[in-house]
């Protein structure tokens, strides 16, 4: 996976200033975490500009003060039904790692921004090494490598996302499975 130095030494600066925080998301009625150094920024859902012959849950690409971000819907790339658009519905804009065939037209460099299409953002919360715990090996409706841990935040359980290997693209061929 191609990174560059410096993109590595910004993560690694970010991940120890966050610690161990998450963004939780909603995917229909299932509560899921993403790392809050992942996240770039958070907004409203906007109507966006299909791309053709792409994966069905590339739902297209949005301009991002000029920037063209594509946008997948992140329970379709889980595996799940897809999202129906509504008012509470939100675009979570994330750093992608690209990977190119012919490395012409596409940068191979992490900072690459992707937009993830959610059924609601809930909160940041703080999560303690106590409450993380390896995914199980069986009974999750996801792949298990798109899988970084299960925690317990209250009564309910939430699956952390392993974005890192969620966001993989390969240019020519879509996403990696």
Known sequence: MPTTLPALQRKHEA???DGN???????????????IYDVKE?????PLTFLPMTEAYIKGVLNLRGHVVPVIDLSMRLGL??????????????????ESDDNKNFNTQAGTLLGLLVSSVHDVIRLETEQLEPPPPFGSHIPS?????IAQVNEAFMTILAL?????IQISGGFKQ
């Open 81 to 98: 039904s897809a999202i129906e658009p509504d008012k509470q519905s939100c675009i979570v804009i994330v750093d992608a790692y690209i």
């Open 15 to 17: 991940h120890k200033t």
């Open 164 to 168: 890192e290997s969620l966001l993989q």
């Open 145 to 149: 490598h798109f899988i970084q841990n």
């Open 21 to 35: 925080r998450y963004l939780s998301i909603h995917l229909g009625h299932d509560t899921y975490g993403i790392a």
């Open 42 to 46: 958070i907004i409203a859902y906007t």
